[in-house]
């Protein structure tokens, strides 16, 4: 079935540093590809998303593109703040009545100032 | 502020009682879901509602039961609390089956039972 694989955390940098995590997924068509950011304590906030192949995602300082030829969707930023310290979900649906989220395990990001 | 809320935000429980969690939203979604989250185990959906007056069972159905009383309101209901029940519970709410959108999260209910 549809899964998605998210690189296994903590990743711990310090601040400025760039960031990516790593997200592969498996599926038999072609969804729309998200990342939602889940601060302490607080539930889940979509960060961005990508509905077609080679679509760039971005919000925050964040981005992400679609790549159907690698079925990836990492997730980037040039320069990480302590206030990016979060865990980070990949997920995907699709349209009609199949279409729930389906989610990765999330990757719990620390920065260090 | 506009949309999904989550009550309890905390709530201890003994083992056996009973206890209903509530959602609810204002944004005119379709449809609700309610997932668990546990360390290590990312979100599992326990139950959706695709729309009013329907509800399907999700990953981890088990040990709960749910009631889709209107639009607005999904409510997750534990008939015998579980030690394994343990976790933070998320209600989510999304505008319809459209492939473009994401999902509206409440804040979530932390759930211990001892």
């Known amino acids: 079935g549809d899964s998605v694989t998210q690189m296994e955390g903590p990743v711990t940098l310090s601040e400025e540093a760039f960031l990516t995590i790593n997200c592969t997924y498996t599926a038999t068509g072609y969804p729309s590809l998200f990342w939602y950011v889940q601060y302490p304590g607080e539930g889940l906030q979509l960060l961005l998303k990508a509905t077609k192949a080679d679509d760039k995602g971005s919000n925050k300082g964040f981005e992400a593109t679609y790549r159907k030829e690698t079925t990836s969707f990492h997730l980037e930023k040039g320069s990480v703040q302590v206030s990016d310290s979060a865990v980070y979900f990949c997920a995907l649906r699709y349209g009609g009545s199949q279409g729930n989220l389906i989610f990765g395990k999330g990757t719990k990001l620390s920065v260090k100032p | 502020n506009a949309g999904v809320t989550q009550t309890p935000k905390f709530q201890v429980l003994k083992t056996g009682q009973s206890m209903t969690l509530q959602c609810a939203q204002d944004?005119?979604?379709?449809?609700m879901y309610w997932y668990r989250q546990d360390p290590g185990m990312g979100l599992r959906l326990i139950y959706y509602s695709a729309s009013e007056g329907t509800t399907d069972k999700g990953e981890v159905p088990n040990g709960y039961n749910v009631s889709r009383l209107n639009k607005r309101e999904f409510s997750l209901r534990l008939e015998s609390a579980a030690p394994s029940q343990t976790s933070v519970y998320f209600c989510?709410?999304?505008?319809?089956?459209?492939?473009?959108?994401?999902?509206?999260f409440g804040s979530g209910t932390r759930l211990t039972v001892v």
């Open positions: 944004m005119n979604h379709n449809s």
């Open positions: 989510a709410g999304d505008p319809g089956n459209a492939a473009n959108y994401g999902y509206t």
